[in-house]
């Protein structure tokens, strides 16, 4: 998946294999992805998508 990174990011795989993405646009798994996103270092996009509601009708 391709993520835009704000700073360069070091991912280490099972802990021993590290990964080096810079910043800008980075081609990389879901794995990383989500520790580049846990660590603060993804461009945030300006609004993020709210999910449906689920429309009840009350009566």
């Known amino acids: 998946m391709k993520v835009t990174?704000?700073?360069p990011f070091r991912y280490w795989?099972?802990?021993y294999a590290p990964e080096d993405?810079?910043?800008g646009e980075a081609e990389m798994d879901e794995e990383a992805a989500l520790c580049a996103e846990q660590c603060?270092?993804?461009?945030?996009?300006?609004?993020?998508?709210e999910p449906p509601k689920d429309?009840?009708?009350?009566e």
Do not use: D, F
């Open 13 to 15: 795989r099972h802990g």
């Open 5 to 7: 990174l704000t700073k």
């Open 55 to 58: 429309k009840k009708t009350e």
């Open 21 to 23: 993405y810079p910043a």
């Open 40 to 49: 603060g270092c993804t461009a945030q996009s300006a609004k993020k998508p």
